[in-house]
């Protein structure tokens, strides 16, 4: 017989991955910020539901989900966000002289045209 433990986040999934394009990225913008974390969060907003927030913050708030992107990167997922961003991989592309942060989310089921917002089921 075998027993297999419950985790929650083995039954429900990751809480957020980061590419080394996106770690690379927001290291360097943490640089300027010694001892601060990136900080992902929700809010109402644009025409399809919600918009994502990224904050460097000093401190995690209570309930946030806490990952270890690197030595040099940690990140907080605000409680009332991680519903919405699950399984989500967080991406930096370049393209042309711009850089672009993405966040390919598997639980948007619609987006905003611009890229602002979107909404989950």
């Known amino acids: 017989m075998n027993v297999e433990k ?6 429900q999934g990751k ?5 080394k394009a996106a770690i690379k990225y927001f290291e360097g913008k943490l640089a300027e910020h010694p001892g601060h974390l990136l900080r992902l969060s ?11 927030v990224l904050d460097v913050a000093k401190e995690p708030e209570d ?5 270890e ?3 040099k990167l940690t990140l907080t ?37 611009c890229g602002e917002s979107f909404s989950v089921s």
């Open 69 to 71: 992107a690197s030595d």
């Open 42 to 52: 929700s809010k109402v907003s644009g025409c399809t539901g919600y918009s994502y």
């Open 77 to 113: 997922i605000a409680a009332k966000t991680m519903d919405l961003v699950r399984n989500t991989e967080i991406d930096y592309v370049k393209e042309g002289v711009n850089g672009v942060v993405r966040f390919n989310n598997p639980n948007a089921v619609n987006e905003c045209g």
């Open 63 to 67: 309930g946030d989900t806490r990952i």
């Open 6 to 11: 419950f985790t929650p986040e083995k039954s």
């Open 15 to 19: 809480a957020i991955t980061l590419t």
